[in-house]
């Protein structure tokens, strides 16, 4: 089964930009649709943004604008640039399908401080 590595997160002033990478250790380039997802401390895992096979995006309302999906798939990545963040984008930040999920990364920590 592939496996997710994300990387990229850290702590940064509000503002700020991150770029987020999630690396796959088998090919995604059969995988319809690839998602971003954060998990802030005593919240549920919400879906940010997705990319499907044909470079199609969307996006949860809150970073419309401010957040790009981006993906490789001839280097089996998925990538998140974050611009302009905000303290509550502050969470842990994972990589999966869209749908029929598999096994999840440890993620990526973003602290965006005020």
């Known amino acids: 089964q592939v496996q997710l590595v994300e990387s990229g997160g850290g702590l940064v002033q509000a503002g700020g930009s991150l770029r987020l990478s999630c690396a796959a250790s088998?090919?995604?380039?059969?995988?319809?649709?690839m998602g971003w997802y954060r998990q802030a401390p005593g919240k549920q895992r919400e879906l940010v943004a997705t990319?499907?096979?044909?470079?199609?995006?969307d996006y949860k309302y809150s970073v419309k604008g401010r957040f790009t999906i981006s993906r490789d798939n001839a280097k089996n990545t998925v990538y998140l640039q974050m611009n302009s963040l905000k303290p509550e984008d502050t969470a842990v930040y994972y990589c999966?399908?869209?749908?029929?999920?598999?096994?999840w990364g440890q993620g990526t920590q973003v602290t965006v401080s005020s």
């Open positions: 088998g090919s995604i380039a059969s995988i319809n649709a």
């Open positions: 990319i499907t096979s044909e470079g199609s995006t």
């Open positions: 999966n399908k869209a749908s029929n999920w598999i096994r």
